[in-house]
């Protein structure tokens, strides 16, 4: 038994220089921008499950994924709609959950990965121009071969939970509290997407000894997706990962750190050229967690 993807498709909008265009409601539209062609090609009557995944939803309730539901109740209405709201590793969780739910129900599955990282930072934070927004949608289907999901981990390493921080939630009100002369004039410096670089770099440091723990039990990939960073990192990173003779993506410079849609985006980019290859994707960032999948495509 597997899986396989029956369509895929991103989008993503990045500057360096000029702010992105900001409305209410935009993860949402980020969402449905990439969704929209899926549905409109026509689904399968099989989906048991969408699956939604961002790291700041437009509302904490009703979810993105209730929202989706809502605006194509035609396509989701008879299906379970399942959040995660895990910071970018969810990005990898959701396309790893995805498959196992395909397989295990033999049915089809919609994946969904939105962000709007621009706007989730302050624009006085330096961190903030290396964020774009995005988004990615595939549908994940069973068929009765070897293709599909072979492997997948995730590790949360300790010490490293603060590596990034978005402080909007009930304990809120403290720092509003706190900060009330001031948060009016930048709210996001106090309640928006904070990274923490010292502990990044300890982070990334993990990288490589993952890796080599993963391709141990999965064998060799033929190409390599990391969350899209930054320019700076994904460098670094490609420079780490050349001894091993596996095909690094790096879009970065294009796209910029889209949250949980970077690893999608990158792949939606090749998507023309990865039938009959093993594709390891991999995400990390919030939390600490480092999160992977290896396919058969």
Not at 212 to 229: A, N, R, T
Request: with cysteine; hydrophobic share 40%; glycine share 8%.
């Amino acid at each position: 038994m597997g899986t396989i993807f029956t369509g895929m498709d991103g989008y993503s909008e990045f500057s360096d220089k000029d702010d992105l265009h900001e409305r209410p409601g935009q993860v949402l539209h980020l969402a449905e921008r990439s969704l929209k062609p899926l549905v409109d090609a026509g689904l399968p009557a099989n989906i048991s499950h969408l699956i939604v995944a961002t790291t700041c939803p437009d509302s904490l309730a009703p979810s993105l994924g209730q929202t989706i539901v809502e605006r194509f109740s035609h396509a989701f209405s008879n299906c379970h709609a399942i959040d995660i709201v895990q910071g970018c590793a969810g990005g990898v969780t959701a396309l790893v959950l995805g498959s196992q739910l395909a397989e295990l129900n033999k049915s089809s599955v919609m994946v969904v990965g939105a962000d709007a990282a621009r706007k989730s930072t302050s624009r006085s934070s330096p961190i903030n121009r290396i964020f774009g927004n995005g988004s990615f949608a595939c549908l994940i289907s069973w068929e009765d071969s070897k293709k599909g999901l072979a492997l997948s981990k995730s590790r949360q390493y300790k010490g490293l939970s603060e590596v990034v921080n978005i402080r909007l939630g009930h304990d809120a009100d403290q720092v509003i509290s706190r900060e009330s002369k001031t948060i009016v004039a930048d709210p996001r410096k106090y309640l928006g997407l904070k990274m923490n670089n010292f502990l990044a770099i300890k982070l990334l440091r993990k990288a490589e000894q993952f890796y080599l723990d993963f391709v141990e039990k999965s064998g060799k990939p033929d190409i390599m997706i990391l969350h899209q960073v930054n320019p700076m990192i994904l460098k670094l990173l490609s420079a780490i990962f050349r001894k091993y003779q596996v095909e690094f993506i790096n879009i970065s410079d294009r796209t910029g750190n889209c949250g949980v849609a970077s690893v999608g985006v990158a792949l939606n980019s090749i998507k023309e050229t990865v039938k009959d290859k093993k594709v390891f994707l991999c995400s990390f960032g919030t939390g600490g967690v480092i999160t992977a999948g290896f396919w058969n495509l």
